[in-house]
């Protein structure tokens, strides 16, 4: 990572594997000094760490980071979206995590937060993630206040009733009913496809992008998140890892229905095919500057978690 003493940012690294590593570390020591601040209270303080920095891949932060890229050399002012956005994640992940959503007690390798600590706390602490991360943005001196006021719109809309929420609750309620291709895509679109159309769209916005640009990443975030749940389903199936297999059961338990139930594992194999070419197509405006994006969705093929 290329840092300086004007603290300016960059990806440096030349495959995606080392810049994804990269993100990762600038993104996870920004939390780590943000969540290091004043102590209002050992457990809760204890259990925000556990929930943001035990693990993930920390995708959407990475492709915030990855599109500013695309229009600047320094993505300084990059950084606390993608945190924000980051923490917002884990809020969701926590608390869908409880015994009144999912009921997991595995995530991301390790206990869940309320089987670490308990209930009451890891409601908390999602809730805690979601305050904190708007805190975060609309603290971001580094932005002009319409850009920050702009971000956090979007955000509020990608994680509210219109998307991340509003698909939780179509999953929930799809429990008790059968749903077609069409209300699943719907659904998934919501639920993990809005806060990845968010990450490919905040650091356009941040580097004042153009219409064409913006709608060429949010086109390429439309079929990247679709890829990304179909690879996921798959890996439900095919994934060798416990918790995996645990999860498939639950969803089965559940009645859930998947891309793979619905269309049988090697139409869904072609379909994960289809939109990680779409999504790289979508690209094309952007040259062998988006060779970065162009793989990560191309490793969702192959993918392991
Ligand atoms: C926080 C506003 C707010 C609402 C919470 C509980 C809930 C509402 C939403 C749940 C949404 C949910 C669990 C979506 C699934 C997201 C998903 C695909 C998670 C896995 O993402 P990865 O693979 O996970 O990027 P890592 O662990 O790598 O970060």
Do not use: W
């Not at 869940?112 to 805690?128: P, Q």
């Amino acid at each position: 990572m290329a840092s300086d003493s004007k603290n300016t940012l960059h990806l440096s690294a030349s495959t995606l594997n080392e810049q994804l590593a990269q993100s990762q570390k600038i993104i996870e020591s920004r939390i780590a000094q943000i969540l290091s601040g004043q102590v209002q209270n050992n457990q809760l303080e204890d259990a925000l760490r556990y929930g943001a920095l035990e693990g993930g891949k920390r995708l959407r932060p990475f492709l915030i980071l990855a599109t500013t890229q695309l229009f600047t050399d320094d993505i300084s002012p990059a950084l606390d979206t993608a945190v924000a956005l980051e923490l917002i994640h884990c809020s969701s992940l926590i608390h869908d995590d409880l015994p009144a959503m999912d009921d997991d007690d595995l995530r991301r390798g390790q206990p869940t937060c309320h089987i670490k600590f308990d209930e009451a706390t890891a409601i908390l602490v999602g809730d805690a993630f979601l305050s904190l991360a708007f805190e975060i943005m609309s603290g971001d001196e580094k932005l002009p206040t319409a850009t920050r006021l702009k971000l956090i719109h979007a955000l509020t809309v990608a994680s509210g009733r219109y998307g991340m929420i509003g698909g939780q609750m179509d999953d929930i309620e799809g429990e008790k009913k059968s749903l077609t291709l069409d209300e699943i895509i719907s659904l998934q679109q919501k639920k993990t496809g809005a806060l990845f159309e968010y990450a490919c769209q905040a650091g356009a916005i941040i580097a004042g992008a153009t219409a064409p640009e913006l709608a060429a990443l949010k086109n390429y975030a439309e079929h990247f998140g679709l890829a990304f749940q179909i690879t996921d389903d798959i890996l439900d199936v095919t994934g060798t890892e416990a918790e995996v297999g645990k999860r498939l059961n639950k969803d089965e338990q559940a009645g859930k229905e998947t891309f793979v139930s619905l269309i049988g594992l090697e139409a869904a194999q072609q379909a994960a095919s289809d939109s990680i070419n779409a999504a790289k197509q979508q690209l094309a405006i952007f040259g062998d500057r988006a060779n970065m994006l162009k793989g990560l969705v191309e490793k969702l093929n192959n993918r392991k978690s």
